[in-house]
């Protein structure tokens, strides 16, 4: 496998066939999103409709991805315990109540919707992240004082302000805004295009040091880690060694690399959470890393990635 073989889809997505799934998954969106803001009349974000809103595991595509296509979705990621958190929701709220629909607050228990912030991989509360047509632009961590939150979302409204349509306005011809494009991830697909992995590496680390939760840096960090790993690999070689040793974890991680570059996501998923029933101790802790590792070269919508979420949440306990 050779760096030539890596995909480069148009949003900087994964490997081979694996930005062609996040593809499948946004085009539903932007079709599901299109038949609602036509049947609401083209407007974005109505000034007297609901500008903070609840969202769970359950709506997350809807409420926070179908609607990030037409207006700019602010996620307030917060739990019940948290004390900071009581300190910087009202804020948010007020701030939104404020914008009129401009923007939309989106709130998310992190206890009650386990999936959403596992998916985004949130590491403490509160969490913010502004999403825009599908994908976190920006955000940041702890209670911020509300000068600096307004800072920040005045920052953020600026940056989108070319996608977005004036205010109370739809956009021309029912076109879609598309959301702009970060330098590290034209320095990513740049790097791509002249098969240097480990700078294409280095622009997607550098872009989740400023966003850990960015989509498009943890998918492409993800393909570009296939590829590394699968380059120098004769998948006959590693399909029969599988085949031969059930159990060995090299053996077994490698094929589903090969599987996964190849498209082949539910047999590599499927081997890996195999893998973990089979094993035990430090082997079945590489098995299950390795499996989340995986995760992050698709969107977190991605059905496959649910299933296998699933199956290993089974196989564990």
């Not at 709506?59 to 019940?80: K, N, Q, Y």
């Not at 598309?178 to 680390?205: N, S």
């Amino acid at each position: 496998m050779s760096p030539a073989d890596f995909t480069r889809p148009a949003s900087l997505q994964g490997a081979v066939d694996l930005g062609a799934r996040k593809q499948a998954l946004e085009a539903q969106a932007r079709r599901e999103a299109a038949a609602a803001q036509a049947a609401s009349g083209g407007a974005p974000a109505a000034p007297g409709g609901a500008v903070v809103i609840d969202v769970t595991d359950e709506t997350f595509a809807t409420e926070v991805i179908e609607r990030s296509m037409r207006v700019p979705v602010v996620l307030d990621l917060w739990a019940t315990w948290c004390e900071p958190c009581k300190q910087l929701s009202p804020i948010l709220e007020k701030l939104a109540a404020e914008a009129a629909g401009r923007w939309v607050l989106a709130k998310v228990d992190v206890d009650a919707s386990p999936q959403i912030s596992g998916a985004l991989q949130v590491q403490s509360i509160p969490t913010v992240l502004a999403v825009f047509q599908g994908q976190a632009v920006t955000g940041f961590q702890g209670a911020l004082p509300e000068a600096q939150v307004r800072q920040w979302l005045d920052q953020l409204l600026q940056a989108l302000a070319q996608y977005l349509p004036p205010e109370g306005e739809a956009p021309e011809g029912g076109e879609e805004a598309q959301p702009p494009v970060d330098p590290d991830l034209l320095a990513a697909e740049k790097a791509i295009d002249e098969g240097d992995l480990d700078a294409a590496a280095a622009a997607y680390e550098r872009l989740l040091a400023r966003a850990p939760a960015d989509p498009d840096a943890k998918i492409g960090l993800a393909g570009v880690g296939l590829v590394r790993r699968t380059q120098d690999l004769d998948p006959d070689a590693v399909f029969r060694r599988a085949a031969e040793s059930p159990a060995d974890v090299e053996a077994q991680t490698q094929a589903a690399d090969v599987e996964m570059l190849g498209g082949r996501v539910d047999e590599a998923f499927d081997r890996l959470v195999q893998l973990v029933r089979r094993t035990s101790g430090d082997d079945r802790d590489r098995a299950r890393r390795h499996l989340l590792d995986l995760f992050d070269a698709l969107p977190a919508g991605d059905p496959s990635v649910a299933k296998a979420r699933r199956g290993l949440a089974s196989a564990l306990f």
